[in-house]
């Protein structure tokens, strides 16, 4: 448990199901456009329950989610995955979901993912700031990808060069004259 500015920072766990997936569902509900079944929190709770961090306040209740998951992408790179980010919009601003990205991101990289995939709705404008400045860059734009025929964009992490240049198609046995010019690293 991290604490921060008089928040609790928490990885999920199962024996907390019962505390948890109602609040998790309500604030999700509340803000993501998407309706989402019990059997999609639980695919990922169940499977991927320690890549999901729940912010609380100082009496546990529920004020930002993020639920992740990672997993071979395509039987190449391990690729995680931000599913789901939530925070209640009289606490946006205040970096909850900063945090709650940024935990589940190191998570991952700990577990060796090469990238780490999202989506959110191009009229998301906070959200694709809030990624952009984590290190996220625009990988494709997908129309009429939400149920309510919004587009999103997809936004990916290349944590590894290796993701990148795979990514962008470059292959080590390739001469270097038809390499596609990588972006200066950060």
């Not at 931000?82 to 205040?94: C, D, F, P, Y």
């Not at 694709?128 to 734009?141: A, I, N, Q, T, W």
């Amino acid at each position: 448990m991290d604490r921060g500015g008089g928040l609790q920072y928490v990885q999920y766990h199962s024996s907390k199901e019962s505390t948890y997936l109602t609040a998790i569902r309500q604030l999700i509900s509340n803000d993501l456009s998407e309706p989402y079944s019990i059997y999609v929190y639980r695919y990922f709770l169940y499977q991927w329950g320690d890549l999901c961090f729940l912010a609380l306040d100082e009496y546990e209740n529920m004020l930002g989610v993020v639920i992740s998951k990672l997993e071979p992408h395509r039987g190449g790179p391990m690729r995680g995955y931000i599913a789901m980010l939530a925070v209640k919009k009289e606490h946006r601003g205040k970096g909850i979901a900063t945090k709650l990205v940024r935990m589940a991101i190191d998570v991952m990289i700990e577990r060796d993912a090469d990238e780490i995939a999202l989506e959110t709705e191009v009229t998301n404008t906070a959200a694709m700031k809030l990624y952009e400045r984590l290190g996220f860059l625009r990988s494709k734009r997908l129309h009429r990808y939400y149920l309510n025929g919004n587009s999103a964009f997809r936004f990916m992490l290349f944590v590894k060069e290796s993701a990148l240049t795979s990514h962008l198609g470059y292959h080590e046995d390739d001469d270097d004259e038809n390499q596609p010019e990588l972006p200066p690293s950060a």
